[in-house]
């Protein structure tokens, strides 16, 4: 199983509302990554959890908040987002050993 | 700092022609590379990697080259088909785990 799942797939909310995306997988993996991509963009990375502790935070606004409750799940936690968050947020994991980054299909989000 | 850029930026063949997509790297400290697909609204799916101490990878019509010392990789797509349209995406990975992506090459395969 390869597979990286995201919940939900499509997110609207207002720029006071709370919420959160979720991502899973189970491939034992023990590196989670967060990715924002804006259209016809590449991926830019957010955060990076190894072994259950943030490892990379790239400088990302604190409206965003990561959370990794354990070695198979991953979230992020959003709070008071402006519009121009609105993106496709991307969820992967790699193994140890090769580093293959295998990536969820995404929660496309809307900020209103 | 790494950087990776991929030439052409986009592409429309007819089906059945045989292309060759580039893609550079300023940094030769690699991890490995990875070639990746993404439909649009979609996630990436991995076509291949390539390890830093390996030359080249194959997957059906696909086959993707490493040239560490020049900095650079190829994805060739033999036999192209409509359903081959998507972006495609280089990435290099460093010794800390981070994927520096290129710009993506968008490919139209035309009937």
């Known amino acids: 199983d390869t597979e990286v799942t995201q919940t939900p797939k499509h997110l609207v909310m207002g720029m006071t509302n709370k919420k959160s995306l979720k991502c899973e997988q189970h491939m034992g993996h023990r590196a989670m990554y967060w990715y924002k991509q804006k259209a016809k963009k590449p991926p830019e990375l957010m955060f990076v959890y190894s072994y259950e502790k943030l490892s990379i935070n ?21 709070h008071a987002l402006q519009p121009e968050d609105s993106a496709l947020y991307l969820c992967a994991s790699s193994s140890a050993g ?3 980054q295998y990536f969820g299909p995404g929660t496309r989000l809307t900020v209103t | 700092k790494q950087e990776v850029t991929q030439i052409p930026a986009a592409l429309s063949v007819p089906e059945g022609e045989n292309l ?15 070639w990746f697909r993404q439909d649009p609204g979609k996630g990436l799916t991995s076509l291949l990697l390539i390890q830093s101490s390996q030359r080249e990878q194959t997957s059906g019509r696909l086959n993707a080259s490493l040239d560490k010392s020049s900095g650079r990789s190829t994805l060739y797509i033999a036999a192209s088909q409509p359903g081959d349209s998507a972006t495609y995406l280089c990435a290099a990975t460093d010794a800390g785990n981070m994927l520096t992506f290129g710009g993506g090459t968008r490919l139209m395969v035309k009937p």
């Open chain 1, 98 to 100: 090769t580093r293959e």
């Open chain 1, 58 to 78: 790239e400088s990302v606004p604190s409206r965003f908040s990561p959370e990794c409750p354990n070695s198979s799940l991953l979230n992020l936690h959003l």
């Open chain 2, 20 to 34: 060759v997509l580039n893609c550079s790297f300023t940094d030769s400290a690699i991890y490995n590379l990875q």
